[in-house]
Every structure is written in structure tokens, then in C-alpha cells.
């Protein structure tokens, strides 16, 4: 049976949803993976992005019906081989409404509703990402307590740690207090500014408190990765026959972010 991963970080525009749809992308195609993208942000940012990538025209699926059904396996829309996602839409957001008419009064079936839910299709896959709103919410905890293993994403041109401490020590929260039971399985250092270098002090300092934690491998800000919001995830053969070029670099980057977060994965499996 495969992993569910939550990709976190309590800020805003960190490059969460870029990570989730790259490392999906490069899981299905590349490493042959099952691999299912669960939307559970309002906003559907990763939806859009999957949607144009797939050449899906509309998708009537979605979490939101899973969520009031109790059941996900209905809201499953196929992407391309090897890739499925559950989308998210607007109605999403009344998830905190959602979850109180259905488990009035009990707060631990409100925030493991999405665990039991992933259960009866987790044998289905290879690997389940998440992806998250940036707020600690009815919708991080629900992810952290059906996740198990979660990437973080550290923004090193923020000059602070700040969103990737607060998610770990949440996390450790949800851990102690309800039992979760999630590992970090790797802090992702991304740059999201075209001009600048890799802030190496914040580096360092993320090194320090985290130790292997974080990967070598650096995102650095790339134009063809934010054309991907506009077409949809691309790899274009040039005339040769070759992979474009700025595809290329696009993809190679978060081949490796796998590549590390596996042998990290492995190295935790061994260890169990
Ligand atoms: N490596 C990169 N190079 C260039 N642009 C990037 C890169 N990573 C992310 N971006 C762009 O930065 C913006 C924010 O990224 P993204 O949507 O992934 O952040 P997020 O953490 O999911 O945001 P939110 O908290 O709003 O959900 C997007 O426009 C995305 O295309
Ligand atoms: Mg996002």
C-alpha cells in the first residue's frame, strides 16, 4: 500500500501547489506511480493546473460531494495514466459547516473524517499528495491526521523560517494530542524570486535545527515552472526529438526532490 503526503507550510504562496502538482507529475510519468493529487483548497489552484494538464474540459467531481457522501471513490477524475485527482471547488469552503452538521460534538471525527475517508481507496494508489490552504484549519488538520508523511516547503528568500517552525511544531501538536502519526519526510528549500540567491544563512539555519531533514537539492525560481499554471504541465519534444529544454530543467529538479524524498521514505521504512 502507498503513502499519503501533505505538503506544508502556514504561508501563503510559498509554492506549495507547485510542489504538489510537479512531484505528482514526475511520480505518474516518470516513476510509473499510481498516483492520486487530492485537492482540499477552495481555491482549486492544483485543480486548474491538473485540469489543463490532463486537456480536461470540466470536471463535475469533486471533494466537496465526497465530503457530504462519505465517500471518495465516486469523485475520482482520471488526469492521464497513472495520475487521478479529486478536485477541489468553491463549495469547499464551508468544510468547517460540513463537518460540524455531521459529527455535531465531536471534534476527533471532525478532524480524522478525511483519514477514514482516504482509507477504502489508499490500496489503489502508490502515492496520495495533498494539497492545503495555508492556515491552520479544519482542512490542515484533516490532512496532517491522514497523512503519513509530510514535505515541507521553506521559503529561503523569506530571511526566516517562520512558516515551516510553526508547521512543524504544529504538527508535533497533532502528534501529542491526537494522535497522529506523521513524520516529516523532508524540507524542500524553494526560492520563488527570479532575481536573488539562494539566501545561505536561512539555509544554514534550517541545517542546524533540521539536520538531513533538508534536501540538497534547491528550487530555484524558474519561468517555465510558472507557465505551468497558465498550460498545464508540459514536456514538448523539440524537432530532435529531444525534450525542450526549459521543460527539461523544470522536470529535472523535481525528479530529484523525489529521488531525495524516497531515499528518506526508504531510510524510514528500514527503520520501522
Ligand atoms: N520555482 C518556481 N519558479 C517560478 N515560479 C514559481 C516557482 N514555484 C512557485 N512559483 C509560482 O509562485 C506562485 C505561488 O506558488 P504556489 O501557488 O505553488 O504557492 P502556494 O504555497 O500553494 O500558495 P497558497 O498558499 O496560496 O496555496 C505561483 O504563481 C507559482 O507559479
Ligand atoms: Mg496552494
Known sequence: MGHTYVIGNFKGGVGKTKTVTMLAYESAVVKKKKTLVIDLDPQGNATSVLAKTGNV????????????????????????????????????RNLSKLLLQKFPEDELKQINYLKDLIAPIKGDYDAIYLDVPPTISDYSDNAMLAADFCIIVLQTQELSLDGAQTYIAYMQYLVDNYNAELNVLGIIPCMLKPS?????????????????????????????????????????????????????KAHDVFINVLDELTEHENYFIERS
Open 196 to 248: 536573488g540567491r539562494v539566501d545561505t544563512k536561512v539555509l544554514d539555519q534550517a541545517k542546524e535545527l533540521y539536520g538531513g531533514n533538508v534536501l540538497n537539492t534547491i528550487v530555484k525560481y524558474q519561468e517555465r515552472l510558472k507557465v505551468y499554471d497558465v498550460q498545464g504541465i508540459e514536456m514538448n519534444e523539440n524537432v530532435n526529438g529531444k525534450i525542450d529544454m526549459w521543460d527539461k
Open 57 to 92: 474540459s470540466s470536471i463535475e467531481k469533486n471533494i466537496t460531494d465526497g465530503f457530504s457522501s462519505g465517500s471518495l471513490k465516486n469523485q475520482i477524475t482520471p488526469i492521464f495514466e497513472n495520475l487521478d485527482l479529486i478536485a477541489s471547488n468553491t463549495a469547499f
